[in-house]
């Protein structure tokens, strides 16, 4: 069936440094995929999205290409800052998946001064 | 903005107790969805909804049941809360064809 697999944590990374969190997936057909974020003590929020094959969802410099020839939709920011400190979830939604979406576990990424 | 309320953000509550998490969303969004985040497994899908009195199980629906009577209201249900029932409830909802919206969470202790 559909499903995510991201790379595990936790990330910890000094302020300014380059985050990439991976995200590879497996789909029949052409899904969307998302990045969320968890903030601590909060609910999900969407991040970015990208709908089909080769579109780069943007979002608070967060990056992410949807690459389908290696199934991948890796996550990207140039320079972290301490507020970007949070859990990070990749996701699928498809023609094979109704209504719901499938959840990777989560990264956690702190941020240090 | 779309806004998915969940009554609660903290609740203890004992073993064998009957258990209800509300949550409201208020865009008239035909699909609800209850998950549960627990460290480590990410998000697992408990039930979801598409429509009034609808229902269907995801992942992991043994010990839960839901009720959804009004379009803007999904509840769900721990018939008789067991230890191994606490963690992060999410509730989330969205329209056909668009992504989720989250509500905060509710972290329940079952004692």
Known sequence: GDSVTQMEGPVTLS????????CT???TGYPSLFWYVQYPGEGLQLLLKATKADDKGSNKGFEATYRKETTSFHLEKGSVQVSDSAVYF??????????????????????IP | DVKVTQSSRYLVKRT??????????DMDHENMFWYRQDPGLGLRLIYFSYDVKMKEKGDIPEGYSVSREKKERFSLILESASTNQTSMYLCASRPVARGYTFGSGTRLTVV
């Open chain 1, 15 to 22: 302020e300014e440094a380059f985050l990439t969190i991976n």
């Open chain 1, 90 to 111: 990749c996701a699928l939604s498809g023609p094979n998946t109704g209504n719901q979406f499938y959840f990777g576990t989560g990264t956690s990424l702190t941020v």
């Open chain 1, 25 to 27: 997936y497996t789909a």
């Open chain 2, 16 to 25: 064998g107790e009957k258990v209800f998490l509300e949550c409201v969303q």
